[in-house]
T-cell receptor
Framework: GQQLNQSPQSMFIQEGEDVSMNCTSS?????WLWYKQDPGEGPVLLIA?????ELTSNGRLTAQFGITRKDSFLNISASIPSDVGIYFCAGPNPNSGYALNFGKGTSLLVTP | NAGVTQTPKFRVLKTGQSMTLLCAQD?????MYWYRQDPGMGLRLIHY???????AKGEVPDGYNVSRLKKQNFLLGLESAAPSQTSVYFC????????????FGPGTRLTVT
């Protein structure tokens, strides 16, 4: 499947700081999704993006579909301790019945 | 609605043993998927199903079999477990063709000794 490169690999921040992470693809996507995984749990869908240039918010989270269609960005404003977890970007795997290719994740740690 | 459920939550197997992981969804989703998650590797697709009675191979299918006898259930089988199959297994489902929004179960942590 397509390569998804996610960065940074990990982040260690203080409560109240803003966070930015991004994901790039080796090919053009028509959909980008962002998931969060808490320790010991399954990934939970945060935001889905369907159109180049689209900017979508979910509470303190904002994600953007890059205009080149090969990248996406996730921002978290005013981070809180419960934002701790691993954030994954995902895009379509056209060879596998609408399955997803996932990035390797950004691990976020927030200190009070 | 329970969403996507998986049983068991944890399991330890010895090399060569067999087991079946069960996934169930109550959202009337057509598509179901099995992924495995390993440290530093992200999630990789094992098998998937686009409807009752149909299954197909994903990225890493070797050593696994699946069945989808009922729309709401997707079973993952390991016929002869190997240490390389130690992993966390996630089931996911999505509504239909063209919809990439997948909903995941809580996972099964499998250790093969």
């Amino acid at each position: 499947g397509q390569q998804l490169n996610q960065s940074p690999q990990s982040m260690f921040i203080q409560e109240g700081e803003d966070v930015s992470m991004n994901c790039t693809s080796s090919s053009i996507f028509n959909t980008w999704l962002w998931y969060k995984q808490d320790p010991g749990e399954g990934p939970v869908l945060l935001i889905a993006l369907y159109k180049a240039g689209e900017l979508t918010s979910n509470g303190r989270l904002t994600a953007q579909f890059g205009i080149t269609r090969k990248d996406s960005f996730l921002n978290i404003s005013a981070s809180i301790p419960s934002d701790v977890g691993i954030y994954f970007c995902a895009g379509p795997n056209p060879n596998s019945g609408y399955a997803l290719n996932f990035g390797k994740g950004t691990s976020l740690l927030v200190t009070p | 609605n329970a969403g996507v459920t998986q049983t068991p939550k944890f399991r330890v197997l010895k090399t060569g043993q067999s087991m079946t992981l069960l996934c169930a969804q109550d959202m009337n989703h057509e598509y179901m998927y099995w992924y495995r998650q390993d440290p530093g590797m992200g999630l990789r697709l094992i098998h998937y199903s686009v409807g009752e009675g149909t299954t197909a191979k994903g990225e890493v299918p070797d050593g696994y079999n699946v069945s989808r006898l009922k729309k709401q259930n997707f079973l993952l089988g390991l016929e002869s477990a190997a240490p390389s199959q130690t992993s966390v297994y996630f089931c996911a489902s999505s509504y239909s063709a063209g919809n990439y929004e997948q909903y995941f179960g809580p996972g099964t942590r499998l250790t093969v000794t």
